[in-house]
Structure formats: C-alpha cells, structure tokens
T-cell receptor, first 116, second 114 residues
Framework: NAGVTQTPKFQVLKTGQSMTLQCAQD?????MSWYRQDPGMGLRLIHY???????DQGEVPNGYNVSRSTTEDFPLRLLSAAPSQTSVYFC???????????????FGPGTRLTVT | KQEVTQIPAALSVPEGENLVLNCSFT??????LQWFRQDPGKGLTSLLL?????REQTSGRLNASLDKSSGRSTLYIAASQPGDSATYLC?????????????FGEGTQLTVNP
C-alpha cells in the first residue's frame, strides 16, 4: 500500500491564481479530510468527506472547494489564492465510524504552499 | 468550545530518561484520542489511538492513557532515545451532530539529548 499520497510537495502561486492539491489513498477508506497547519494555530480542518459524493465543511472552509467522485481521490481546489492561504496542507483518511468506533486517521506527507 | 491543550510546549531531556507528555481536552463527548509524531518538515505519523471506552494503549516503549472524566490523556515514553526527538501532537475526535471533528493540540516539541 502506498497509503495517503499528496501532490505536489511544494507549490508557489501568485495572488489570484487557482490550483488543485491532489490527495489519493489506496486503503479503501471512506473518510477523507483536508487540514492546514499554521504556526501558533495547529492543524485546522478545512473540508471532509464520509464517502464518495458526500462532502462537508470543516472549521476553515472559505476559499476552498472539494469534491469526492471516487473513494480513492479527494482533491482540494483553491479558487483564487490569497497570501493568507500560505500554509502546509495535509490530507488524511480513515475507515471512519464503524459500530461506534472511529478508526485511526492516516496522514499524507503534506503540500507546502506559498502564495505571493 | 472544543479545545485541546498540550503542556509543556517544549521539553528537553537526557537520553534514557522516562518522560510524560500531557494533553487535556474540553468536552468528554469524543470518539477517540490519537497521538501523533511529526518530524520537522514531515507529515504526521500515528502512534497510538485510544477509543473512548478504553483506558490505555501500548506500543513498544510508548503508553498512552485516557481519562475522559477529567479530560486528560498522557503519553509515556520509556527509556527515551535521541531518535524520539520530534513534535508530539494529540488530537481528540469530537462527536458532532452532523459527523465528527478531529481537534489538535499545538504539540510538545521533544528533544532527547545524547
């Protein structure tokens, strides 16, 4: 298993540009999520999905879109990049909630995004 | 508001010492609590997961405990090694009306000196 993979590893954007951060997992996990990590603020949930075709907002969803057309992939789209979106982005996946137990979450290696 | 706090923010110990990292969380309505390790510039590696109905979990030199009533979890590292140097994060998975939310502490940066 490759686990959770993310591309690209690094990206520099200019203000106003759009791009998609890719996330894929090969563990047949239903639950996938996106976080951003900023100094002094820890990791914060952007969007999550409990299965193909189902997405929902997390704590900091503004400026980001997601879709989940397959179980394996969960791309994060930045519509019009802003300097405030400079951060490290992590994708995570899990089997999710099964009979009142929520399985552990596995994280990808991250994408370091700089918006100038 | 659901919050997770980790104390201390940084810890430096000599090699071989046993140590305890602390995590506290508000609101006991959690599915589980998970401890992660993060090396500089890297992603998060899951260390231990404690379900809300469990009291502790062990993996090698690591032992994590959970006390929901007091809102506390501890990560015990036995016989620390320089390779244990990293940032340790705890995260509580809170139950919500429409799903769940994993809330992270800001981490404890551990340095183990040879």
């Amino acid at each position: 298993n490759a686990g959770v993979t993310q591309t690209p590893k690094f990206q520099v954007l200019k203000t106003g540009q759009s791009m998609t951060l890719q996330c894929a997992q090969d563990m047949n996990h239903e639950y996938m999520s996106w976080y951003r990590q900023d100094p002094g603020m820890g990791l914060r949930l952007i969007h999550y999905s409990v299965g193909a075709g189902i997405t929902d907002q997390g704590e900091v969803p503004n400026g980001y879109n997601v879709s989940r057309s397959t179980t394996e992939d969960f791309p994060l789209r930045l519509l019009s990049a802003a300097p405030s979106q400079t951060s490290v982005y992590f994708c995570a996946s899990s089997y999710g909630l099964v009979q009142s137990f929520f399985y552990e979450q596995y994280f990808g290696p991250g994408t370091r995004l700089t918006v100038t | 508001k659901q919050e997770v706090t980790q104390i201390p923010a940084a810890l430096s110990v000599p090699e071989g010492e046993n140590l305890v990292l602390n995590c506290s969380f508000t609101d006991s309505a959690i599915y589980n609590l998970q401890w992660f390790r993060q090396d500089p510039g890297k992603g998060l590696t899951s260390l231990l997961l404690i379900q809300s109905s469990q009291r502790e979990q062990t993996s090698g030199r690591l032992n994590a405990s959970l006390d929901k009533s007091s809102g506390r979890s501890t990560l015990y590292i036995a016989a620390s090694q320089p390779g244990d140097s990293a940032t340790y994060l705890c995260a509580a998975l809170y139950k919500e009306t429409s799903g769940s939310r994993l809330t992270f502490g800001e981490g404890t940066q551990l340095t183990v000196n040879p």
